[in-house]
Nanobody, 120 residues
Framework: VQLVESGGELVQDGGSLRLSCAAS????????MGWFRQAPGKEREFVAAISWNGDTYYADSAKGRCTISRDNRKDTVYLQMNSLKPDDTGVYFC???????????????WGQGTQVTVSS
């Protein structure tokens, strides 16, 4: 399974972004997918996850501001982020596996990440 993230860029405080993660696999519809963020000098932290059947889960910091979704016809998962803050800055990684856990070690496949920078 190969994952390729896109959509990260420099955005102003209060702005919005939609990240995409395209998967190269024939079994995408059976995979659970997650988004994680890693800020400089910090550990990778959970942002949101979506199960193979569409159940969604969010970190407290993401609730109300982020929406995770998937399009199984395009083998792609999305993360819509609104009301962005400088604390949201980091590299955003897409992950795939058979878990919607907040623990990054429970995911089997990872993309290379896409940089999101929120300026104040």
């Amino acid at each position: 399974v190969q994952l390729v993230e896109s959509g990260g860029e420099l955005v102003q405080d209060g702005g919005s972004l939609r990240l995409s993660c395209a998967a190269s696999t024939q079994v995408f519809s059976s995979l659970d997918m997650g988004w994680f963020r890693q800020a400089p000098g910090k550990e990778r932290e959970f942002v949101a996850a979506i199960s193979w059947n569409g159940d969604t889960y969010y970190a407290d910091s993401a609730k109300g501001r982020c929406t995770i979704s998937r399009d199984n016809r395009k083998d792609t998962v999305y993360l819509q982020m609104n009301s962005l803050k400088p604390d949201d800055t980091g590299v955003y990684f897409c992950a795939a596996g058979t878990s919607t856990s907040m623990n990054p070690y429970e995911y089997d496949y990872w993309g290379q990440g896409t940089q999101v920078t929120v300026s104040s």
